[in-house]
């Protein structure tokens, strides 16, 4: 069987599991947040943190949750961090220096996972365990939430109100979240990924020698860091330690854990708003980009020109040869167009346009799926952007979901849309031009520049894979970076939440033979390109300076 055949089967099976999972999933997160039911463990923590889940919010409310929850948390791993060397269970690891603490406390709870460290170098069990995989749990179950309070605002009328914040967390994690990490958790020790607490002790090699291996609570922490769309590693492999992602199955097997809340949220966003059309809608739009980015990322890395790609059989540079070009090809296009950045390849070696390929998927906003949350309300912004668009075209008030596009709707929309562009060439610009950063870059010419942009897209949209020949490990990029994932997580945040709240208030206007049939696939067409366009009017000008121009000159 050719290595091309090979990843279609793959691609058709995880289609198949998607596919089975979607209905009982999406349906399952429906009824979760629309319940009014507490589950006693549920209502512990409640009563532990002091929350009354019952209260009804209005946006100004659940953003105050939203960003009080994410502070807490971001102190507490970066206090978590700075006190290491004084923990037990620490594994003899020293402190973390306070510039890469920072870093990684606002990488873990913006849901970006960005590491300017080698987990197993420089992280002892608790830090692993008590800061990064508790935020990965409830980094995704925020971005689930802020994604609900904006159903709510489609769904409701007549009033402000879009649930309780910590109703939605708890929910989130405890239904959610949980439940499928211990099933997969289970199906990774079968397949060989460790679980364990043992201390550091030295392995022999293949070929001679000795070297130093630390094991660890692995299995748990990688179904999270997929399902919950983090990225973190507990390697610095990452997705390519065999300790973590043992063979092609379990490869797969965490594609499928990137994707499957993402898609199965837009049949909670159908029941939610009592439109399943709409989601199927939603959903195809999200499925035609993931595809096609897949097409294009397989034409580029299996079409490379030269005899060491005819004999290699495309680009392998890079790639491990349990997955092949396929199978790490299948789960790049995944990894960028959610915001999970777990790797099990290194971009870095892609060819040029395979390596553009991977930042176009995060720059068109990590929508097709997107994240855990993130990349509904993400879509959804867009489709509000695309109906505008519409209107406009037919000289008609827009509508969407029996809601009116008005003038502030679209100001927030727009909003959100600009903010992450603007960090990430702001800061690409400024590390540019001062003289220390660039001592940081491996490579000089197109590469060079393109591992500069690929870091700050990586940071602002929140996903946390990175072109390996950049030496990030700096006070200039720890802060930088960390500065846009926080902005890039929380400031979209703000807008969305007050365009649910926008939303909710209004009055719903019945449908007329002249309102956009936005379930149908005429608007999913209309949708793609607008999503097409608005990254291409933004970032082809550096797309340009670097992976178009290392790809057409190879």
Request: glycine share 12%; charged share 10%.
């Amino acid at each position: 069987m050719s290595p091309a055949v090979a990843a279609v089967l793959q691609l058709l099976a995880l289609i198949a599991a998607l596919a089975l999972a979607y209905r009982p999933l999406g349906d399952h997160m429906a009824r979760v947040y629309s319940s009014d039911r507490h589950l006693r463990v549920e209502k512990w923590i409640y009563k532990a943190i002091g929350a009354d889940p019952h209260t009804e919010m209005r946006w100004p409310a659940y953003l105050r949750g939203v960003l009080a929850f994410s502070a807490v948390s971001l102190l507490f791993l970066y206090l978590l961090q700075r006190l290491q060397g004084s923990l037990p269970g620490s594994l003899g690891f020293a402190s973390i220096d306070p510039d890469q603490a920072f870093n990684t406390a606002a990488s873990f709870v913006a849901n970006t996972n960005w590491q300017s460290y080698a987990g197993e170098q420089a992280m002892g069990h608790v830090v692993q365990t008590a800061g990064l995989a508790v935020q990965n749990f409830v980094s995704a179950a925020v971005g689930i939430a802020v994604a609900v309070a904006l159903v709510r605002g489609f769904a409701r009328s007549r009033t402000g109100e879009l649930g309780n914040f910590w109703a939605d967390l708890v929910r989130g994690t405890v239904r959610v979240l949980l439940p499928i990490s211990v099933v997969g958790a289970l199906v990774l020790v079968a397949c060989g990924a460790i679980q364990n607490f043992s201390g550091i002790h030295e392995v022999g090699q293949f070929l001679g020698g000795h070297q130093q291996m630390n094991g660890g609570a692995v299995a748990s922490q990688e179904v999270i860091k997929e399902l919950g769309t983090n990225g973190g590693g507990y390697f610095n492999a990452n997705s390519a330690h065999p300790f973590e992602n043992p063979d092609g199955f379990t490869n797969l097997f965490e594609i499928f854990l990137i994707l499957v809340i993402p898609f199965a949220l837009t049949r909670t966003f159908g029941r939610l708003t009592g439109s399943l059309k709409q989601g199927y809608a939603i959903l195809g739009t999200m499925a035609v980009i993931w595809i096609g980015f897949t097409v294009l990322m397989w034409a580029a890395e299996f079409g490379g020109h030269g005899r060491a790609f005819e004999l290699a059989g495309g680009a392998l540079e890079g790639k491990e040869t349990r997955f092949g070009i396929g199978g790490s090809s299948l789960f790049a296009v995944a990894t960028t167009l959610t915001s999970t950045g777990a790797v099990d390849s290194f971009h870095s070696s892609y060819t040029g346009l395979g390596g553009g390929l991977t930042m176009l998927g995060m720059q068109l906003g990590e929508i097709a799926p997107g994240g855990v949350g993130s990349g509904l309300y993400g879509m959804l912004i867009m489709a509000v952007i695309a109906v505008f668009l519409a209107g406009l075209m037919v000289g008609r008030t827009p509508e969407f979901l029996g809601k009116k596009i008005g003038t502030r709707e679209i100001k927030l929309a727009a909003c959100y849309i600009l903010v992450t562009p603007a960090l990430v060439l702001c800061f690409t610009a400024a590390s540019l031009v001062l003289p220390t950063p660039p001592h940081s870059m491996l490579n000089s010419g197109a590469h060079g520049f393109s591992e500069i942009l690929y870091a700050y897209t990586s940071g602002a949209n929140n996903n946390g894979s990175a072109f390996a020949g950049l030496s990030a490990d700096t006070p200039w990029f720890n802060t930088t970076i960390g500065l846009a994932m926080l902005l890039g997580r929380f400031v979209p945040m703000v807008f969305v939440l007050a365009l649910a709240g926008s939303l909710a208030e209004q009055q719903p206007v019945p449908k007329t033979a002249g309102t956009l049939r936005t379930e149908k696939p005429l608007f999913s067409g209309l949708l793609v390109g607008t999503i097409l366009i608005v990254a291409g009017l933004t970032y082809f000008p550096a797309l340009a300076l670097g992976p178009l121009a290392e790809g057409l000159a190879s």
